[in-house]
Nanobody
Framework: QVQLVESGGGLVQPGGSLRLSCTAS????????MGWYRQAPGKQRELVAYITPGGTTRYVDSVKGRFTISRDNGKKMLYLQMNSLKPEDTAVYYC???????WGQGTQVTVSS
């Protein structure tokens, strides 16, 4: 059974940075594509960043150039470096695999002056 645990969120001012981490225990991590998702109040959950098993990345337009997704296959960990944060980035952030296992609790990111 895959367990997903996110951490690293918090309160940050506009223009600031955060680094989110995700552990994916119980998965065949090295052969799974991984993604970061976010859900703001009253909005649908959206995929914001994706990384293939080989390290190729893709981003939704709204975060392109500001966020960087990376992975450590040996540690079965996924990261999201978030720079130049904007208030509209405020959301609960989740990680998951291509097969969308049960969601973890996520980590809250709040961008506010």
């Amino acid at each position: 059974q895959v367990q997903l645990v996110e951490s690293g969120g918090g309160l940050v001012q506009p223009g600031g940075s955060l680094r989110l981490s995700c552990t994916a225990s119980g998965s065949f991590f090295s052969i799974d594509g991984m993604g970061w998702y976010r859900q703001a109040p009253g909005k649908q959950r959206e995929l914001v960043a994706y990384i293939t098993p080989g390290g190729t990345t893709r981003y939704v337009d709204s975060v392109k150039g500001r966020f960087t997704i990376s992975r450590d296959n040996g540690k079965k960990m996924l990261y999201l470096q978030m720079n130049s944060l904007k208030p509209e980035d405020t959301a609960v952030y989740y990680c998951n695999t291509d097969d969308l296992h049960s969601w973890g609790q996520g980590t809250q990111v709040t961008v506010s002056s």
